[in-house]
């Protein structure tokens, strides 16, 4: 009987070690995700960034002839006879059928 309740509050010991490994490494993991957390929103931004600026720097380049050309009113492309239009180019071919 002794030897059971022994058995049994060593099992009790072994599971509140347990218990405080996993806090710890559960305060620690948070503390990763917090900082890594960050660490992606601060790449997050700078891709945001970086995209914008590309974006400004392809709005800058002269367009090939060609492109000039097939592009509508605008300065942006036609778009097909399935795709929808944008509001104010479908505004745009409304009046046009209307005169």
Same mark, same amino acid.
């Given at each position: 009987?002794?030897?059971? &309740? ?7 010991? +072994? ?6 490994? !996993? +806090? ?5 993991? +948070?503390?990763? *995700? ?5 660490? *992606?929103?601060a &790449?997050? %931004? $700078?891709? &945001?960034?970086?995209? $914008? $600026?590309?974006?400004? !720097? !392809? ?11 097939? %592009? ?12 929808? +239009?944008?509001? #104010? !180019?479908? #505004?745009?071919?409304r009046?046009?059928?209307? $005169?």
């Amino acid at each position: 009987m002794i030897s059971e &309740f022994q058995d049994l509050s060593d099992k009790i010991d +072994r599971l509140a070690q347990l218990t405080q490994s !996993l +806090r710890a490494e559960n305060y620690l993991l +948070r503390q990763a *995700n917090t900082l890594l957390s960050a660490e *992606n929103l601060a &790449f997050k %931004e $700078r891709l &945001f960034e970086a995209q $914008r $600026r590309v974006e400004a !720097l !392809l709005d800058e380049l002269p367009k090939p002839p060609g492109e000039a050309q097939a %592009e509508g009113e605008g300065g942006q492309p036609e778009p097909g006879p399935d795709e929808p +239009r944008p509001l #104010h !180019l479908a #505004h745009a071919a409304r009046q046009q059928e209307q $005169r």
